[in-house]
Nanobody, 125 residues
Framework: QVQLVESGGGLVQAGGSLRLSCAAS??????????MAWFRQAPGKERDFVAG????????YYADSVKGRFTISRDSAKNTVYLQMNSLKPEDTAVYYC????????????????WGQGTQVTVSS
């Protein structure tokens, strides 16, 4: 079994910061070769791509809505990917999910094999 567990969500005022973590585990999970990404889903809306990172950490990709405010990074030794979120806005309120897949293009397009259960981020105005 492969598990992705998100943490770090919470309630923050507009302009504040949060750092989300996604810890991966499982006998068959080889974090060192997995691309990973963050998605988010606001109430009544579809799940949207936020940020992605390839297996080496040398390539990252962001949604236009978060460029310059969010940073994705990874610590492969800890099987963990992070999402640093700064200058948060009320419209960033959503459940944030991490995803993993051996194929970078699949994880970026929401077709990753593995998904976490999500962590709630609420930004108050």
């Amino acid at each position: 079994q492969v598990q992705l567990v998100e943490s770090g969500g919470g309630l923050v005022q507009a302009g504040g910061s949060l750092r989300l973590s996604c810890a991966a585990s499982g006998r068959t999970f080889r974090a060192a070769v997995m691309a990973m990404a963050w998605f988010r889903q606001a109430p009544g809306k579809e799940r949207d791509f936020v940020a992605g990172i390839n297996w080496s950490g040398g390539n990252t990709y962001y949604a236009d809505s978060v460029k310059g405010r969010f940073t994705i990074s990874r610590d492969s030794a800890k099987n963990t990917v992070y999402l640093q979120m700064n200058s948060l806005k009320p419209e960033d309120t959503a459940v944030y999910y991490c995803s993993a897949d051996a194929q970078y293009t699949d994880v970026l397009t929401g077709k990753g094999d593995y998904w976490g259960q999500g962590t709630q981020v609420t930004v108050s105005s």
